[in-house]
């Protein structure tokens, strides 16, 4: 099962080194394990899971970041061009689920 775990958080840690090398480390971090790793408890699931979704909330971060540099947008903008984009894919969501909207 945890083969699975590590499939489903790191897909591409089968042909990727170094997404291998992430899932290797973040194992070791969660299960403060200097060898391989054959099982986890599930608070070291749940940790392991929290710090995954840091890392590619982190990820998405930068790279709208480096987006906002190359547009020269001032965080003023940015955040007008948010409010559209959530306006418009509200409005998307209410026309394909036939007006019943549901809460972000």
Not at 11 to 33: I, N
Not at 49 to 76: G, I, M
């Amino acid at each position: 099962m945890l083969s699975n775990v590590v499939r489903e958080l790191f897909p591409g840690a089968e042909r990727d080194q170094h997404e291998r090398s992430r899932a290797h480390w973040m194992l070791k971090q969660v299960t403060k394990s200097q060898g391989n790793c054959e099982a986890l408890e599930f608070q070291e699931f749940l940790h392991l899971v929290r710090l995954r979704l840091d890392l590619s909330t982190e990820a998405r971060l930068q790279e709208e970041h480096r987006a906002l540099e190359v547009l020269k947008f001032v965080p003023v903008e940015a955040a007008e061009w948010r409010i559209i984009f959530h306006k418009l894919a509200r409005a998307e969501q209410s026309a394909t689920t036939g007006g019943v909207l549901t809460q972000a």
